[in-house]
T-cell receptor, first 111, second 114 residues
Framework: GESVGLHLPTLSVQEGDNSIINCAYS??????FIWYKQESGKGPQFIID?????DKRQGQRVTVLLNKTVKHLSLQIAATQPGDSAVYFC??????????FGAGTTVTVRA | KAGVTQTPRYLIKTRGQQVTLSCSPI?????VSWYQQTPGQGLQFLFE???????NKGNFPGRFSGRQFSNSRSEMNVSTLELGDSALYLC?????????????FGPGTRLTVL
């Protein structure tokens, strides 16, 4: 299961499939973009970040893509696992010590 | 290394009261930020402290205030509580608070105003 282009508030994905979570950011001058994962009852947990002068960055099972032309950010999760079920937030910062968060996408992994 | 800790985890207050929430950052981190999380507004930035000084503030009324101590621990205070202040209050710490510094979040304090 994947959603391309549009931000969706929820995403249901089959275990083992790849997931794509989209985010539209607001400020073309933002310098850093970060993805956080929030599980029920916990605070947001850092996943991966990307600087504005990059368009792709990879981590362990995750890839972040940045398209500055259309102010779009995406998080790709490979081989989605049950433990990936959570709310995912993108955030942007202008190097002014604060994060501006997107609305979040709730990912549910089906067994 | 211990993570960000917040106390208390849960709090119930009534309208008009005031409340103080506490945050202990990761050891060595000097920047502490506070966020409010609600279902309707999502995660919103309250303020950020570094070396006991507030460097940035979000769009919240003056009833919301904070401070930071010399050991980097931080408190936030909300006076004259309103029903709309019910939220999860999150604290995040980072080394210097710069964009390149990862912000690590605590578990939050769930405030309910009756």
């Amino acid at each position: 299961g994947e959603s391309v282009g549009l931000h969706l508030p929820t995403l249901s994905v089959q275990e083992g499939d790849n997931s794509i979570i989209n985010c539209a950011y607001s400020n073309s001058a933002s310098d850093y973009f970060i993805w956080y994962k929030q599980e029920s009852g916990k605070g947001p947990q850092f996943i991966i970040d990307i600087r504005s002068n990059m368009d792709k960055r990879q981590g362990q099972r995750v890839t972040v893509l940045l398209n500055k032309t259309v102010k779009h950010l995406s998080l790709q999760i490979a081989a989605t696992q049950p433990g990936d079920s959570a709310v995912y937030f993108c955030a942007e910062t202008l190097n002014d010590y604060k994060l501006s968060f997107g609305a979040g996408t709730t990912v549910t992994v089906r067994a | 290394k211990a993570g960000v800790t917040q106390t208390p985890r849960y709090l119930i207050k009534t309208r008009g009261q005031q409340v103080t929430l506490s945050c202990s950052p990761i050891s060595g981190h000097r920047s502490v930020s506070w966020y409010q999380q609600t279902p309707g507004q999502g995660l919103q930035f309250l303020f950020e402290y570094f070396s006991e000084t507030q460097r940035n503030k979000g769009n919240f009324p003056g009833r919301f205030s904070g401070r930071q101590f010399s050991n980097s621990r931080s408190e936030m205070n909300v006076s004259t509580l309103e029903l709309g202040d019910s939220a999860l209050y999150l604290c995040a710490s980072s080394f210097n608070g710069r964009a390149a510094d990862t912000q690590y979040f605590g578990p939050g304090t769930r405030l309910t105003v009756l």
